[in-house]
Nanobody
Framework: QVQLVESGGGLVQPGESLRLSCAASGDFGNSYTMGWFRQAPGKEREFVAAAFRWSTNRLYYGDSVKGRFTISRDNAKKTLHLQMNSLNAEDTAVYYC???????????????????WGQGTQVTVSS
């Protein structure tokens, strides 16, 4: 049974940092991609970052988070972390972890390319 469990969300002030984690369980094969998306109220889902095909160590970021967010992997635990620095109000959203099992690189930022999704964790940036 496939399961993705996010953790680490919360309320922070502008300029502060937060670290999200996504623990995956289940059989994804050897070429799965694990990523983060977010969705703010009234807005479309947005690509945040992804680790393409777990074994390749290729990391990709959405334009709005480049230079501020960093993803890292714990291969043994099938866990993907999202370190978020210099947070601002525009980062407020529900953050979702997702896994794509046969994803090609050109679709890495498309939510439709991911098969499995976590329940989401709320991140609120407010003073």
């Amino acid at each position: 049974q496939v399961q993705l469990v996010e953790s680490g969300g919360g309320l922070v002030q502008p300029g502060e940092s937060l670290r999200l984690s996504c623990a995956a369980s289940g059989d994804f094969g050897n070429s799965y991609t694990m990523g983060w998306f977010r969705q703010a109220p009234g807005k479309e889902r947005e690509f945040v970052a992804a680790a393409f095909r777990w074994s390749t160590n290729r990391l990709y970021y959405g334009d709005s988070v480049k230079g501020r967010f960093t993803i890292s992997r714990d291969n043994a635990k099938k866990t993907l972390h999202l370190q978020m620095n210099s947070l601002n109000a525009e980062d407020t959203a529900v953050y979702y972890c997702a896994v794509g099992t046969s994803l090609i690189l050109s679709t890495i930022s498309r939510g439709s390319a991911y098969r499995y999704w976590g329940q989401g964790t709320q991140v609120t940036v407010s003073s």
